[in-house]
């Protein structure tokens, strides 16, 4: 036992020396910056970060207990135990080195040798959109992305290593993984997948007989699917145990809470949606990821990965026809693996920030490219090249597309604090108003004021999170958001008590004149 961690720490660090994983981990901090600045050097603080600016949100109710082991950590740690903080650079920064180092371990995982390739999967891998969407949710993005870290670990330890002890740390990780948030899933299954196909692809058969190769095909196999099975199952021991301990029932999260609860017809209909996620992910979520030419460009991608395996197998179909059928499972199975968060909840739960699964085919096609390299073939050189070149540019493309989505957010939260200060001070400003006044607001957010600008240039923007002002004013936190950025904090009354007066309903809307007026000890807001 003691040789084994000695020879891993020794691994460890050969790997770390490598300039591959040098490679590898500083492209994914300067693509990091580069796309997500504004959320490292900005608060931008709204929906549930407005309401969880000193917490983690909804934990073990909603089945994430690792994310509240980790809350836990941190708030006696290093807080002691007064409060968590929704900080932005350091909660950025930490979420994109965590972002990095999984992508370190995708390099080491896959083989991926041509130093392009390196740095394209890294930048990928920290520019989807998905992550854009994760730290609109600051106050928990490091937890996610050390998940992400986890789910990624778990499975490399799984695939490559061959002892019990460092099997059985793979399934604990991918446990704590989905202990952290459901969502990585998907990520561990297309990661499963890819590993599969490469290790089809690169074994040795010599003079092997087919009975024993498609033994080994069904063992491997039965190996990858037992140890996702034990995850899940070592995820929910301990959910139910901590649930039973603490006297918590599980809440409606995205519908994850009741993960692959479905009958049979409702299974065979998001099988569908999976695949037809694989070839139209545009036309699958109304918080669209590939917004403007990125549909495109993730077209084209997997064009190129279709392309690399075609030369692949064309190099097999003649003379290894059962190394061919074998490989052709797993390429079956990779869009359902990558988009099988269909199969995990209900459509109308499905948003972007569950969509991280999807990463798992760009990895594929990064995959695909570095083994059509190494059968070094002169005339596939320029098109490996290209190939490669143009993997750059749509993380090139992402990045920009991060920036779009938080200049948008900048604007709309500019609008909604000024919307908001304006309110408070006609508020204050109303004729009989004391600083001891109740506020009533009746039917918040029912009618929009016409007179705030909102650009039509964002509006293809529909990323999770990345709404405009009237989106800001009229979320659930609305007035807690108020409250962070204006300061306002009067006593609230129920509306109810208002609404059935005559002179409330003769009142106008917000922002007419007329619109605020004191009835009793209380200003009345009508909306």
């Keep these: 036992m003691i040789q084994q961690a000695t020879d891993m720490i020794s691994g460890i660090k050969k790997i770390l020396l490598e300039k591959r994983t040098k490679v590898t981990f500083i492209s994914g901090i ?36 690792m994310l509240d082991l980790l809350g836990r950590i941190q708030l006696y740690t290093l807080f002691g135990g007064i409060s968590l903080y929704s900080t932005n650079t350091f909660n950025a920064l930490v979420s994109i080195l965590f972002i990095a180092a999984a992508a370190c371990i995708a390099v080491e995982f896959f083989d991926i040798k041509n130093l392009l390739l390196c740095s394209v999967l890294s930048a990928y891998m920290v520019c989807f959109p998905v992550v854009t969407g994760l730290f609109a949710f600051m106050f928990t993005a490091p937890d996610y992305m050390l998940g992400l870290l986890m789910m990624t670990a ?37 990661l499963y997948v890819c590993w599969f196909f490469k290790e089809i692809y690169d074994k040795e058969n010599s003079d092997e007989k087919a009975k024993d190769r498609w033994k080994w095909f069904f063992g491997k196999s039965l190996k990858y699917v037992l140890a996702v099975i034990l995850s899940l199952a070592l995820y929910y021991v301990i959910l139910h145990i901590l649930l ?22 409702a299974f065979f209909d998001r099988l569908r949606k999976a695949y037809f996620a694989f070839v139209f992910p545009e036309k699958t979520i109304a918080n669209s990821l590939y917004t403007f030419n990125l549909k495109h460009f993730y077209k084209l991608m997997v064009l190129i990965m279709l392309v690399m395996i075609a030369i692949l197998l064309s190099t097999l179909i003649k003379k290894d026809r059962i190394k061919t059928i074998q490989l052709l499972i797993p390429l079956l199975v990779l869009p359902l693996a990558g988009n099988f968060i269909f199969i995990m909840t209900e459509f109308e739960y499905i948003h972007s920030n569950l969509y991280y699964g999807q990463v798992t085919i760009f990895i594929f096609a990064v995959l695909t490219v570095q083994m059509a390299m190494d059968l070094n073939r002169k005339s596939l050189k320029l098109c490996e090249t290209a190939a490669a070149v143009f993997f750059l540019l749509f993380c090139i493309s992402f990045a920009k597309f991060d920036n779009v989505c938080y200049m948008k957010t900048t604007f709309a939260q500019s609008q909604a604090i000024s919307y908001y200060t304006t309110l408070v001070t006609r508020i204050q ?22 007179s705030i600008y ?38 609230f009354k129920d509306p109810g008590e208002f609404e059935s007066m005559p002179e409330v309903q003769e009142m106008p809307s917000y922002p007419d004149s007329g619109s605020i007026k004191l009835i009793g000890d209380t200003i009345v807001v009508k909306f």
Excluded at 54 to 60: E, Q
């Design 454 to 491: 909102i650009f039509p240039e964002f509006e293809p923007v529909t990323l999770l999170s990345y709404g405009n002002v009237k989106e800001y004013i009229s979320d659930y936190s609305w007035q807690t958001f108020m409250r962070n950025w204006t300061g306002f904090n009067a006593a």
């Design 154 to 190: 778990g499975v490399y330890l799984v695939c490559t290593r061959k002892t019990i002890p460092l099997f059985i740390a793979g399934i604990i990780l991918q446990a704590c993984a989905i202990g952290v948030y459901q969502a990585w899933i998907p990520l561990g299954l297309g």
């Design 429 to 450: 400003s109303t004729e009989g108003y004391t600083d001891s006044a109740y506020v009533s607001f009746i039917h918040p957010g029912a009618d929009f004021n016409d």
């Design 30 to 65: 300067l693509f990091g910056i580069a796309a997500h600045g504004t959320a490292i050097f900005n608060k931008l603080s709204y929906h549930d970060d407005a309401a969880a600016l000193f917490g983690l949100g909804l934990t073990l109710k909603s089945g994430r207990w």
């Design 244 to 265: 039973f301990v603490m006297h918590e029932t599980l809440v409606k999260t995205a519908g994850l809470n009741e993960m692959g609860v479905m009958s049979i017809g």
